[in-house]
């Protein structure tokens, strides 16, 4: 008896998991690929070894070949054993990116190397700046502390510092016609100044901005803007809110160094979560939603075609990327079931409303709650994977092909972070993407369990 | 520092690891950060493997920095032995790992002592060698470590094969048509009346090393992998090598010749019957040249008259680099304007095999530097790696792949071997296609420029309202096939901007020259 209250407690808790760390993720560098393309005018200068560099030109393939806004400065013997003067030789390398290119700031991304050599970049930064007269932000976006995504969350936790302050009335207006400007101002809009943050497709950022600005709410800026002299200005009266899951960092620089107020909400991922982070916007910023119940029901209704492909089947994450619990949420709510969640690292406080709707959401479909495993070890997951043998693994490249192999269907994880994924209308690419493997599987006709030699 | 935005051979440990994961049942154990493991996605991806890459990382944290690795390598290592029972754990250092200064020798040693499979530390210096110095050196470690294991338990296997047996030594996985070129070696020693004796590392295993010295002789068919080992078995052994990679009809006769010289030296030594025993493969050579290489009489044929004289670059990995110049000059009659290597390490070899058969030589790992010398050059098609083939792209000439880096596209599913007499098929077929494309880019100038920017119709030819005279239809028709629809199509664009509704002669020339 006591045995099976237990179960049906456990049975609704999310349970988190800590495991060795040992798994497969991008190097947080790449982050660079994205940003350069978001961010027009700017520079990326990745200051590592060729390692690092190998992997930028892998990772990415082709990109590389469209003379891209960023490069390495390679670090040779000579400056890892101090020979060669740091500051002289980013000066130089800086100088010469004025010249070829002109950007409008410089960002240096740290790598593991400057932070064993410990290479005071950010103490450089300044000196250099003021030589040069063109901006440097530092990121320190590497494999010892971070994976994958967390890359941007350096970079934007970086740039956050170098937004303008919003300016302060210190006197009382004395121009009359003024202070009825102001007042005008105030009435039209109904709300304390709000800013996004997180780097998305500019057509995505369009698209959330008008859904906020049906709702009546004003959007004053995103962290990144398309241009580095376009960044929001921010203040204790700001209100902020992220749209991706992986941004504690910003999050945490936005209200301790800016002071700014954070809504914490679910992230746009899905048309369960578009509704929840909007509704929560609006709750926070006194706004009464309107029409949000039929505009959640209408996007589902477009995603009925995929739903009979995906619900019932079971899904496992292994982990890489922090999209993971937004997803698991979203796939849930389809009617998929979540065996696992593996996820690089979890911030409790910055996704605590999305880990409430997880739970909320596998409570009202009444499926398992999936085991949470932070820092998986990807050999004990591919154990648990033969036990389980869920319908779809989401996984990295490096065990996609191989688990292929073996009878195993997968999608491809980083292909979650290129895709646009945010907002109503994108859910459906969502599905896209999940269903894609299931669809293959049932157009495929080879019929061979496995095609890998039978272990002797 | 240097600022880079590509390069051309990788880091060190990617070649240790590619030795490494060659290798049946050998595991390596990265010492590095998070996300330094990509290579499994190169290899996962671009070979299309289907198992798992016996590749982990010993990961380097914050908690690493602060306190050292302590017990977690060694931890790491007898996990793995544990769980996949590798014969061989390798232990490799990255750049991250080589200024950390740890003693990894002293991890590998405790190591050795708890785990059943060997433990060695890969002896590369992040900071010196790159990807392919260090796979060449990984190679020959693991060899060493073998035999001189092998020596010590007095069963190290001397006697040489009853019959003539050779050891293929530097195929690899991630290699340029690696897997093709090994195929098509086993089948042209398998013709000479030679037996292979162990193909290392590619597919090989650790526990066979000890059979390394029963061959014959070595091959070593790539200058970058390979050598360094059958120096090091010449010396043990006194097994003789060929270094001549058989590439191109020259350069493979040149091969079988030097494994005839080696093969008759070894039987006289043998004094047994030494008359009989004379090894001579001079019809074999005609044979191949005459009917399965179609190469020789591709030379020969009038296709290849019309690429006389025409001006090529080459640009690759030494070996590749070399053999490619050879075979465009010495067989084909194409002028080479300048051949270059990114193996700055081998610079000297290089420019000793390609003195005479080039105007200049290109020695650096800057692909701008050989951007600039392709931009200068204006060849008529460039021989040489992904990044020459976008070169080729932006210039508009057009550019065969011969060598890594590679891309997925160089891992093709059906036979493609660079190597041996069908290689010579392959490689002819590569220069050919390069070539007659750029000849229709060439005639598509002389009548009218490219189309691609504006399309006026979707379909090629265009039911309107223009009329063609007879003697315009006529010359239409003298223009080459393959052209002629653009060559329509451009003269019909140019006519309905000009109001023209009647093509004569003179519209179509007056076309011309306003495209040009």
Redesign the interface.
């Known amino acids: 008896m006591s045995q099976v209250v237990q179960n049906l407690e456990e049975k609704n808790i999310l349970k988190f998991e800590c495991e060795t760390g040992n798994y497969h993720t991008f190097c947080p560098i790449s982050c660079v690929s994205w940003l350069y393309q978001k961010i027009e005018d700017s520079f990326f200068l990745v200051i590592g070894t060729k390692t690092c560099g190998y992997f930028l030109q892998n990772a990415l393939g082709v990109m590389i070949f469209a003379e891209p806004r960023y490069a390495m400065a390679e670090l040779e013997e000579a400056d890892i054993s101090a020979q060669l003067n740091d500051f002289k030789e980013l000066k130089r390398l800086c100088l010469q990116i004025k010249k070829d290119r002109n950007p409008s700031v410089i960002v240096w991304i740290g790598t593991c190397t400057t932070e064993i050599i410990k290479m005071d970049l950010e103490g450089m930064a300044p000196r250099l700046e003021a030589e040069l007269g063109i901006q440097i932000v530092v990121a320190r976006a590497n494999g010892l502390d971070y994976a994958f995504t967390q890359g941007e969350d350096t970079v934007l936790a970086a740039m956050a510092a170098r937004c303008p302050d919003t300016t302060v009335p210190t006197a009382l207006p004395s121009d009359l016609k003024d202070n009825e400007k102001n007042n005008l101002a105030k009435i039209e809009r109904k709300h304390p100044p709000l800013v996004l943050f997180g780097s998305l497709p500019n057509t995505v950022v369009n698209m959330l901005t008008l859904e906020l600005n049906k709702q009546g709410i004003t959007v004053d800026g995103w962290l990144p803007s398309q241009r580095y002299t376009d960044l929001p200005a921010l203040g204790e009266e700001v209100y902020v809110c992220g749209v991706n899951p992986f941004l504690s960092r910003t999050a945490m620089t936005l209200m301790r160094r800016k002071k700014c107020k954070l809504i914490n909400a679910p992230f746009p991922i899905g048309p369960d979560g578009t509704r929840a982070w909007i509704e929560k916007i609006c709750e926070v910023l006194g706004i009464i939603p309107t029409g949000l119940d039929e505009r959640e029901k209408k996007v589902w209704q477009g995603l009925e075609s995929y739903l009979p492909l995906i619900q019932g089947k079971s899904v496992f994450f292994m982990g890489d990327n922090l999209l993971e619990i937004s997803l698991a949420r979203f796939l849930i709510r389809c009617g998929m079931i979540v065996y696992e969640c593996g996820v690089p690292y979890l911030d409790k406080r910055y996704q605590a409303s999305e880990i409430l709707l997880l739970e909320k959401t596998c409570k009202e479909k009444n499926v398992i709650m999936p085991r949470i495993v932070e820092k998986p070890d990807n050999y004990y997951q591919v154990q648990r994977i033969r036990e389980l043998q869920p319908d779809l693994v989401i996984t990295g490249m490096a065990l996609s092909n191989p688990l292929e192999a073996r009878g195993i269907t997968t999608k491809w994880s980083v292909e979650f972070t290129f895709a646009q994924i945010h907002g109503f209308a994108n859910s459906k690419d969502v599905l896209e993407l999940v269903t894609r493997p299931l669809r293959r599987n049932m157009l495929q006709k080879i019929n061979t369990k496995s095609l890998v030699k039978p272990i002797k | 520092?240097?600022?880079?935005?590509?390069?051309y051979a990788?880091?060190a440990?990617?070649g240790t690891l590619r030795v490494a994961s060659s290798f049946k049942n050998v595991h390596a154990i990265m010492h590095?950060?998070?996300?330094?493991?990509?290579f499994?996605?190169?290899r996962?991806?671009l070979e299309?493997?289907?198992?798992?890459?016996p590749v982990?990382?010993s990961?380097?944290?914050?908690h690493v920095?602060a306190r050292g690795s302590q017990e977690k390598v060694v931890e790491?290592i007898t996990r793995k032995d544990k769980?996949e029972l590798p014969d061989l754990i390798l232990l490799t250092p990255?750049?991250?790992s080589s200024?950390?200064q740890e003693d990894l020798q002293n991890f590998v040693n405790r190591a050795t002592m708890e785990s059943k499979s060997d433990v060695i530390l890969a002896d590369v210096n992040?900071?010196?060698v790159?990807e392919l110095q260090a796979a060449d050196r990984t190679l020959e470690q693991i060899v060493r470590f073998y035999v001189e294991k092998a020596k010590k338990q007095n069963n190290l296997n001397t006697t040489k094969t009853e019959k003539p047996s050779v050891n293929i030594l530097g195929i690899f996985t991630l290699g340029f048509h690696n897997q093709h070129d090994c195929r098509e070696l086993k089948t042209l020693l398998n013709q000479l009346g030679i037996t292979v004796n162990e193909v290392i590392p590619e597919g090989g295993s650790v526990l066979n090393l000890k059979n390394l010295p029963k061959a014959w002789f070595n091959i070593v068919p790539y200058r970058e992998v390979g050598l360094m080992t059958a120096v090091y078995l010449e010396k043990e052994f006194e097994m003789p090598y060929v270094d001549i990679t058989p590439m191109g009809i020259i350069q493979t006769e040149n091969f079988i010749r030097k494994i005839e010289t080696i093969l008759n030296s070894l039987t006289t030594h043998s004094e047994e019957q030494a008359s009989s025993k004379i090894y001579n493969f001079d019809k074999y050579i005609e044979q191949q040249i005459i009917y399965v290489s179609q190469a020789a009489w591709f030379a020969r044929s009038i296709d290849c008259q019309n690429l006389t004289n025409k001006k090529a670059v080459v640009f690759g990995d030494a070996t590749h680099a070399v053999a490619m110049t050879k075979i465009l000059v010495s067989e084909m009659g194409i002028r080479v304007a300048c051949a270059g290597t990114y193996c700055q390490h081998d610079a000297d070899w290089f420019r000793d095999q390609v003195w005479g058969f080039c105007d200049e030589v290109l020695i650096t790992d800057d692909h701008t530097q050989v951007g600039d010398m392709i931009a200068r050059i204006e060849p008529s098609a460039i021989f040489g790696t992904q990044m020459e083939r976008?070169v080729g792209k932006r210039l508009d000439i057009p550019c065969g792949v011969i060598s890594a880096p590679v891309h997925i596209q160089n891992f093709p599913l059906g036979y493609r071997p660079f190597l041996g007499f069908e290689g010579t098929n392959q490689i002819a077929d590569l220069v050919y296609n390069s070539f007659t494309l750029g000849m229709e880019d060439h005639l598509l100038e002389i009548f009218g420029g490219h189309d691609s920017k504006e399309v006026i119709t979707k379909s090629l030819s265009t039911d309107s309202e223009l009329n063609w005279t007879g003697e315009a239809l006529a010359e239409l028709s003298k223009i080459p096939g393959f052209v002629r629809g653009k060559i329509k199509r451009n003269t019909e664009k140019f006519a309905r901007q000009n109001k023209i509704s009647n093509i004569s002669i003179d519209v179509m020339y007056a076309a011309k020259e306003a495209n040009s």
């Open positions: 520092m240097k600022l880079a935005y590509w390069m990788g880091p440990h990617i590095a950060p998070l996300g330094d493991d990509y499994n996605v190169m996962s991806m299309r493997e289907r198992d798992f890459t982990t990382t990961i380097v944290d914050r920095l790491n769980e990255t750049c991250t200024i950390l992040h900071y010196r790159n976008h």
